[in-house]
């Protein structure tokens, strides 16, 4: 007899329908599971079979083929035992009346029949709704992460058991029921689960002290989604300003939080007492990662997102950029420049949209005091391998390089606060809703930070006396177009900041300021 029910699989960062068909017929016994499917799905009939027999349901001596639809697309992980369990059940008994055919299944099997949860269950629950799904059978632990469909009916349990019963499908040894935590549960989306106890990290810029400079580089980033770099000595405060610009940035969007929330879900990040990421990420990865780690990589056959990923919506910062490898600093070019990352594993092609906010720091040499040489002492050779550590066409990609003073006694001991993140969060918002006027026809272009040479010239235009500043400006100090375009955007946001329409002297002025770290770093020669 043949069976059909629905799952889903994790292809790249999105999910896609997956139909399981199970049928049963006279053979030899045995078992084959097709769909370009992993050695972990293929082991499920193992685990399915094992779970019935527990049951007092063991497998007849009969052929079961099990068939996973579309074969072109591979299936790894866990998450088709309990498709597959309910495929083969209705398969060997198909006088049982199932009601829930147009639901989707998604766990893992124990073998003594316990139904565990698996990683990227958010994506997968969307997909189904997206297909027309009525609801979606998942584990116990996936049940606040699933809650957040807002139309499918989610069914959570934590024994086979209680899903047969559900089912009401009969099985052999009563006696061998188990139910785990307050059994089954039957709604559908609940406001409760959406919003967890995250504990607030009080991180405010009103605790940053004599660094105005640094603060209003990171307001000017935050308004206009620019990449921002920060060069001092150690104790400046590089830091302290990074980890606080996802406090000054908007809240996130339903949309945005089940966007991010379904790629930590994939990446087997989110929390298991939340089911929904609701502020912003800061992710500052060590210098030691790999290009892998940054990008995204492979294991056992799936995508597992990188940093870049892991940070969207919110910041990835890199400190002490120059110790980062290499090449993981140079993979950084592409994401930075089209704001999509590309990637080709095993055979495989995945591109996602890169929509975090980068920020990095740096010391101007090893020690941090170059190029005061009265307290500087490293050699000429270890300043240049230092700096060199960032090549020119990275430091380009970077829209604000913000060199950092060193904290006076003064300023640090002063019991005047510095402006709030709520005030500067204000400020934001504003800037923001103008460039969501300014690019509402825009397909690819959300802020001033993603505009392109033809939206620069659009957006960016400049009267006479601005143009002939900018020109000279581009005479002398000898700039490449992508550092002169990189200027004409950051005086943009400046100009929104102010609620301005047209760019003026002053916003060309301060936004010139923030391109001189290049001078210092690449004009040192020993």
Not at 49 to 76: C, F, H, V, Y
Not at 156 to 183: F, N, V
Not at 303 to 320: C, M, Q, R, S, T
Request: proline content about 5%; aromatic content about 8%; hydrophobic content about 35%.
């Amino acid at each position: 007899m043949l069976s059909k029910v629905y799952s889903a699989a994790i292809h790249g960062l999105n999910a896609y329908v997956v139909s399981v068909q199970v049928d049963e017929s006279n053979g030899l016994p045995r078992s084959m599971t097709l769909g370009n499917v992993s050695a972990s799905v293929k082991e499920a009939i193992e685990r399915v079979s094992i779970a019935l027999k527990n049951l007092g349901l063991e497998l007849p001596p009969k052929k079961i083929t099990i068939n996973l639809q579309p074969a072109d697309l591979r299936k790894n992980g866990s998450s088709f035992d309990l498709p597959i369990f309910m495929g083969t059940l209705l398969a060997l008994y198909p006088s049982c009346d199932f009601p829930y055919e147009n639901y989707g299944f998604l766990g893992e099997l124990g073998l003594d029949g316990e139904i565990r949860p698996v990683s990227g269950v958010l994506p997968m629950v969307l997909a189904l709704e997206e297909a027309g799904m009525e609801g979606v059978f998942v584990s116990k632990d996936n049940e606040r992460e699933a809650r957040n469909s807002e139309r499918l009916k989610v069914i959570s349990c934590s024994h086979i058991t209680e899903l047969l019963d559900i089912c009401k499908i009969p099985y052999g040894k009563k006696e061998k029921r188990k139910y785990i935590g307050a059994g089954p549960s039957v709604g559908s989306n609940d406001e409760s689960y959406a919003n967890g106890n995250e504990e607030d990290q009080n991180l405010d810029f009103q605790d940053v002290l004599g660094q105005s400079y640094g603060v209003r580089a990171a307001l000017i980033a935050a308004a206009g989604h620019h990449a921002l770099l920060f060069s001092g000595p150690a104790g400046t405060g590089k830091t302290m300003i990074a980890k606080r610009i996802p406090g000054i940035l908007p809240k996130m969007s339903k949309q945005e939080k089940l966007e991010l929330t379904k790629i930590y879900s994939i990446a087997s990040c989110l929390p298991s007492e939340k089911g929904l990421i609701e502020k912003r990420p800061f992710r500052a990865p060590h210098s030691a990662v790999s290009q892998n780690t940054l990008l995204g990589g492979m294991s056992s056959g799936r995508l597992i997102p990188g940093e870049l990923a892991l940070a969207g919506k919110g910041v990835l910062f890199l400190d002490e950029l120059p110790l980062f490898k290499k090449e993981s600093i140079e993979a950084l070019r592409g994401p930075m420049e089209e704001k999509r990352v590309t990637l080709h594993r095993l055979q495989q092609f995945f591109s996602y949209p890169v929509d975090c906010l980068f920020v990095a720091a740096m010391n101007p040499c090893p020690c941090g005091y170059f190029p005061d040489r009265n307290r500087c002492h490293c050699t000429p050779g270890q300043i240049r391998a230092y700096q060199r550590g960032i090549s020119k066409p990275i430091l380009e990609r970077m829209d604000l390089c913000v060199s950092l003073p060193s904290i006076t006694l003064q300023d640090a001991l002063t019991k005047e606060k510095g402006i709030s993140s709520a005030v500067l969060r204000k400020q934001v918002e504003k800037a923001r809703k103008m460039q969501e006027r300014r690019f509402f026809q825009e397909e690819k272009i959300r802020w001033n930070g993603d505009m392109n040479v033809r939206a620069v010239n659009e957006y960016c235009e400049l009267g006479k006396e601005e143009a002939e500043y900018m020109e000279n400006i581009f005479k002398l100090k000898n700039l490449s177009m992508r550092t002169y375009h990189k200027i004409l955007k950051l005086a943009r946001t400046i100009a929104d900041l102010e609620e301005e329409e047209k760019i003026n002297m002053n916003h060309l002025a301060e936004a010139v300021s923030y391109r001189g770290l290049e001078e210092v770093l690449f004009s040192f020669e020993g």
